[in-house]
């Protein structure tokens, strides 16, 4: 069980099937083609030196040809390492130093100048895939013309797949290593969640290649069951819809923050959105207003939420759009006291506590690369610890609270950024807001706001609409509020809490 000779049997069964396909349709391609595009490069890296578990470090745009790229390194035995490309110069350097690559393929999309120190990085080989390639790297295009016959590589399911970093919103990210079992698991369990098989649903992709939403839940979940994946190198509301209604996507999963901009975008009103039968959405909490407005815009025959981290993917069923619901097939959880590394420290039904995923599992990984202090933080006894707070529901059901590092106390309560957002979100001048805590002589900490309106309110207005709410108690509501463009958010769509006070 690996991706190879999973793809391999998607590329039998469809052969004619569309797998890939740019958001536009200038380029496409059918499973038989991608087969012989994904061996080729599969060959050429091999030709640049990639033995089974060598590193090929990948820093590109959502893209066909990144697509390709991570098929054919993992057809030749080699490991993707996937990060973020709009990394600084010193988050590049970390990224290759700690995994060691022996290629590092990007495009024009990567920020950081990479003619100002590529020599002073020790990779054997550049591959660049933008139209005008750098001097000292090979283009991209030239990989496709290698060998279009399936390379030989006697891979195992223990054989490392591909090494995921952590958004590192508290320190450096941090990689975590998943094998084969692990990413053909990843994929599974996605089709099971979204009632999928081998019928062929499409799914048009915003979400960066880099993270496991993008590779496992929407690519590859797609391309090893004869599904069409659709990439979207950048997010432009307009563009996304207008894709949706070309390839008449069939599933779609994107964050929060995403989905509020499409619903708020002029040109959904034209796009044909009837194809939809399952809108998925996670990252961070929902509101219910945002719940509302996405069933009657889309009226998906599923709508659903999902939670899940880079170490352990989804380890809750897709039930409820704002709780995440019950155990997941492949997973145990428990919900523990609140600084405990007990995993045996269990809460209460109802009480507020950290959420743990027992690594026992296919899809859970189980340590992070080169980094075993960080691994002996966070795994006790064979159980992660996510650092997420969540509480059981009356009918048994999991309810992720936020982040334990992003409560906020306040005059000795406990009060959770994400019950304050959701009402202040709901209100119909509100486009998007972030909460986090303050310095405050009385309180210690206070709540503060961070809004992005759409038109004219004040704060008094906001703190009379918190108030008249019966969701939210009277001492949670916020006691000061900033008017933003935006919110700083990671690239998965998670609100940068400690960035907040720096955008006002």
Same mark, same amino acid.
Request: with cysteine.
């Given at each position: 069980?690996?991706?190879?000779?999973?793809?391999?049997r998607s590329v039998e069964r469809t052969p004619?099937?569309?797998?890939?396909?740019?958001?536009?349709?200038?380029?496409?391609?059918?499973?038989?083609?991608?087969?012989?595009?994904?061996?080729?490069?599969?060959?050429?890296?091999?030709?640049?030196?990639?033995?089974?578990?060598?590193?090929?470090?990948?820093?590109?745009?959502?893209?066909?040809? !990144?697509?390709?790229?991570?098929?054919?390194?993992?057809?030749?035995?080699?490991?993707?390492?996937?990060?973020?490309?709009?990394?600084?110069?010193?988050?590049?350097?970390?990224?290759?130093?700690?995994?060691?690559?022996?290629?590092?393929?990007?495009?024009?999309?990567?920020?950081?100048?990479?003619?100002?120190?590529?020599?002073?990085?020790?990779?054997?080989?550049?591959?660049?895939?933008?139209?005008?390639?750098?001097?000292?790297?090979?283009?991209?295009?030239?990989?496709?013309?290698?060998?279009?016959?399936?390379?030989?590589?006697?891979?195992?399911?223990?054989?490392?797949?591909?090494?995921?970093?952590?958004?590192?919103?508290?320190?450096?990210? /941090?990689?975590?290593?998943?094998?084969?079992?692990?990413?053909?698991?990843?994929?599974?369990?996605?089709?099971?969640?979204?009632?999928?098989?081998?019928?062929?649903?499409?799914?048009?992709?915003?979400?960066?290649?880099?993270?496991?939403?993008?590779?496992?839940?929407?690519?590859?979940?797609?391309?090893?069951?004869?599904?069409?994946?659709?990439?979207?190198?950048?997010?432009?509301?307009?563009?996304?819809?207008?894709?949706?209604?070309?390839?008449?996507?069939?599933?779609?999963?994107?964050?929060?923050?995403?989905?509020?901009?499409?619903?708020?975008?002029?040109?959904?009103?034209?796009?044909?959105?009837?194809?939809?039968?399952?809108?998925?959405?996670?990252?961070?909490?929902?509101?219910?207003?945002?719940?509302?407005?996405?069933?009657?815009?889309?009226?998906?025959?599923?709508?659903?939420?999902?939670?899940?981290?880079?170490?352990?993917?989804?380890?809750?069923?897709?039930?409820?759009?704002?709780?995440?619901?019950?155990?997941?097939?492949?997973?145990?959880?428990?919900?523990?006291?609140?600084?405990?590394?007990?995993?045996?420290?269990?809460?209460?039904?109802?009480?507020?506590?950290?959420?743990?995923?027992?690594?026992?599992?296919?899809?859970?990984?189980?340590?992070?690369? *080169?980094?075993?202090?960080?691994?002996?933080?966070?795994? !006790?006894?064979?159980?992660?610890?996510?650092?997420?707070?969540?509480?059981?529901?009356?009918?048994?059901?999991?309810?992720?609270?936020?982040?334990?590092?992003?409560?906020?106390?306040?005059?000795?309560?406990?009060?959770?950024?994400?019950?304050?957002?959701?009402?202040?979100?709901?209100?119909?001048?509100?486009?998007?807001?972030?909460?986090?805590?303050?310095?405050?002589?009385?309180?210690?900490?206070?709540? /503060?706001a961070f809004v992005v309106v759409d038109g004219?309110?004040?704060?008094?207005?906001?703190?009379?609409?918190? /108030?008249?709410?019966?969701?939210?108690?009277?001492f949670k509501r916020p006691r000061a509020y900033?008017?933003?463009? *935006?919110?700083?958010?990671?690239?998965?769509? /998670?609100?940068?809490? !400690? *960035?907040?006070?720096?955008?006002?």
């Amino acid at each position: 069980m690996n991706v190879p000779e999973m793809f391999t049997r998607s590329v039998e069964r469809t052969p004619d099937r569309i797998a890939l396909t740019s958001p536009t349709g200038d380029r496409g391609y059918t499973y038989a083609e991608l087969a012989e595009a994904v061996y080729a490069v599969a060959n050429s890296l091999r030709d640049l030196g990639v033995e089974r578990g060598d590193r090929v470090a990948v820093a590109m745009t959502n893209s066909i040809d !990144h697509v390709i790229l991570n098929l054919g390194t993992q057809h030749c035995g080699g490991v993707v390492v996937p990060f973020n490309y709009r990394s600084s110069r010193g988050r590049v350097e970390h990224y290759l130093s700690e995994s060691d690559p022996v290629v590092f393929a990007y495009d024009d999309g990567l920020e950081a100048d990479l003619e100002q120190f590529y020599e002073e990085l020790s990779v054997s080989t550049f591959v660049d895939a933008a139209d005008a390639p750098d001097a000292f790297a090979r283009p991209f295009s030239a990989l496709l013309d290698g060998s279009s016959d399936r390379p030989d590589v006697d891979l195992g399911s223990d054989d490392l797949s591909v090494i995921l970093y952590t958004s590192g919103t508290t320190g450096l990210p /941090k990689g975590v290593p998943l094998d084969h079992r692990a990413s053909v698991f990843r994929a599974i369990d996605t089709s099971l969640a979204q009632g999928s098989y081998v019928e062929g649903d499409t799914t048009v992709s915003t979400m960066p290649l880099y993270h496991t939403i993008g590779l496992h839940s929407n690519c590859l979940s797609r391309l090893l069951l004869s599904g069409t994946f659709v990439p979207m190198p950048e997010f432009d509301p307009a563009a996304y819809l207008a894709a949706i209604d070309r390839t008449e996507a069939t599933v779609l999963f994107t964050a929060p923050t995403i989905l509020n901009q499409l619903l708020h975008c002029d040109a959904i009103d034209d796009a044909d959105l009837g194809s939809v039968r399952l809108l998925g959405y996670g990252g961070e909490p929902i509101s219910e207003h945002l719940v509302d407005l996405a069933r009657e815009q889309f009226a998906p025959d599923r709508l659903v939420n999902i939670y899940g981290t880079t170490e352990t993917y989804h380890p809750l069923a897709l039930i409820h759009p704002t709780h995440s619901g019950r155990n997941g097939a492949f997973y145990r959880r428990r919900i523990v006291e609140l600084g405990s590394e007990d995993p045996h420290a269990e809460v209460s039904p109802g009480e507020t506590g950290e959420l743990i995923i027992s690594t026992d599992s296919p899809i859970v990984f189980n340590g992070y690369w *080169e980094n075993s202090e960080e691994t002996a933080a966070a795994i !006790h006894d064979g159980w992660f610890f996510t650092g997420d707070t969540a509480f059981e529901t009356e009918t048994g059901e999991t309810a992720i609270s936020g982040r334990a590092d992003d409560t906020i106390i306040s005059g000795g309560e406990n009060i959770h950024p994400s019950e304050v957002e959701d009402v202040l979100i709901s209100h119909p001048d509100v486009v998007d807001v972030g909460v986090t805590g303050v310095d405050d002589e009385r309180w210690g900490t206070a709540v /503060k706001a961070f809004v992005v309106v759409d038109g004219d309110v004040t704060a008094d207005e906001l703190d009379e609409w918190c /108030k008249a709410s019966d969701r939210l108690d009277n001492f949670k509501r916020p006691r000061a509020y900033a008017f933003v463009d *935006e919110l700083p958010r990671n690239p998965s769509g /998670k609100v940068l809490r !400690h *960035e907040l006070e720096g955008s006002s």
